[in-house]
């Protein structure tokens, strides 16, 4: 009798330390997932804001509010939603970027001498030339080949850039990539052939 | 995704110097990326174990909200006071009439009423009459 009572109590036992996980344990796991995460994002995300602002600081700026808002708001959701989620904010932080943008523009465009975008920076002329890496030739081409192909993707829509850069440069499926952007699944697929076709017209097949 | 055999050459060619580009940004870059991972991440443990500073602009909201429909809802607010008056007290304005008033003589600046009660042959106020 009394050895049944205590396997049930030590049952009982187990179930509750099944049923109520560590919140510091949990804490930790959702740390690890987030950093984990962010760190695999984090370059690519740069790189998908500076295209788009064509400005290194407000490119870092606005990936930093994205990981921030995404840790603050949604840092105890499941991981698997975060990809999608944080493609969301991080175009969110573009738009609002180009927007001000826009507004500053029309407000300092009308004072005489009014500064563009680029008077604020001494002109280095060695600032924008690429780092000298083991196969400069071949770094030199890559750099005026992606030249183009942002320059392609800034002359289409904003939804054909956005498919593009979600669909074929970050690897997103149909289903995220309509998460992401907030849209049907079938305009994703509309944007990107649209998006794909202009730029093979305009880049060739393999430029 | 497309798999890699349905890529189309301009899909793979992009995607390539995308990755180059990516793989090609300066150590400052880095840096500043790996610093703001490091606010975000303590952003998810400053939320966990504060879980209440999550509801705090919520909070705030309500606070605000309650203080202006009580403030809206307050009696005596651009309403008539004598509303609220106890009952048979005076008029608000025969009392400041009194009160600035120090010498309440009513036939020294109207004549017409001093005239009126010698018609009617009452005593005026001041007993001569």
Redesign the interface.
């Known amino acids: 009798m009394i050895g049944s009572a205590s396997l049930v109590f030590a049952t009982l036992a187990r179930l509750a330390d099944v049923d109520a996980p560590d ?1 510091e344990k ?2 930790l796991d ?2 690890t997932s ?2 984990k995460f ?2 695999g994002v ?3 995300a ?2 998908i804001a500076q295209m788009a602002v064509r400005d ?1 600081d407000d490119a ?1 700026d606005i ?2 509010g994205a ?2 808002r ?3 708001n949604y ?2 959701r499941p991981s698997a939603e975060w990809k999608p989620l944080f493609y969301r904010i991080l175009y969110n932080g573009i738009r609002d970027c180009q927007r001000r943008r826009t507004v500053r523009s029309r407000i300092f465009g009308f004072l005489p001498g009014s500064f563009s975008e680029d008077d604020d920076v001494p002109g280095d002329p060695f600032e924008r030339v ?2 000298p ?1 083991p196969d400069p030739v071949r ?1 030199l081409m ?2 005026e ?2 030249q183009r ?1 942002e320059a392609a993707l800034a002359r289409l829509p904003t939804r054909q850039q956005q498919v ?1 850069v979600l ?3 970050e ?3 149909v289903a995220e990539t309509a998460a992401a952007m907030g849209c049907a699944e079938g305009s994703v697929k509309t944007h990107y052939f649209r998006a ?1 076709q202009t ?2 017209a305009k ?5 | 995704m497309n798999t890699d055999e349905r890529w189309t050459g301009t899909e793979r060619r992009s995607r390539e110097l995308f990755d180059a580009s990516v793989e090609g940004l300066d150590a400052e870059t880095r840096s500043r990326l790996n610093r703001a991972r490091q606010a975000a991440v303590a952003e998810v443990e400053r939320a966990h174990r504060n879980p209440w500073r999550m509801w705090l602009p919520a909070a705030a909201a309500a606070s605000v909200a309650l203080v202006a429909v009580v403030l809206w809802r307050m009696p005596g607010d651009g309403t008539d006071p004598s509303a609220h008056a106890p009952e048979g007290a005076p008029a608000a304005e025969v009392v400041e009439m009194l009160a600035t008033s120090g010498d309440f003589d009513v036939t020294s600046e109207d004549p017409g009423f001093y005239t009126w009660l010698a018609d009617r042959g009452l005593p005026a106020a001041n007993g001569t009459g």
């Open positions: 919140p949990t804490l959702s740390a987030l950093e962010l760190a984090e370059r690519r740069f790189r290194r870092l990936v930093q990981m921030l995404l840790a603050r840092g105890q690429a780092d890496g770094q890559a750099g080949a992606m192909l593009f669909r074929c440069l690897g997103l499926d794909l730029l093979r880049l060739g097949e393999v430029w």
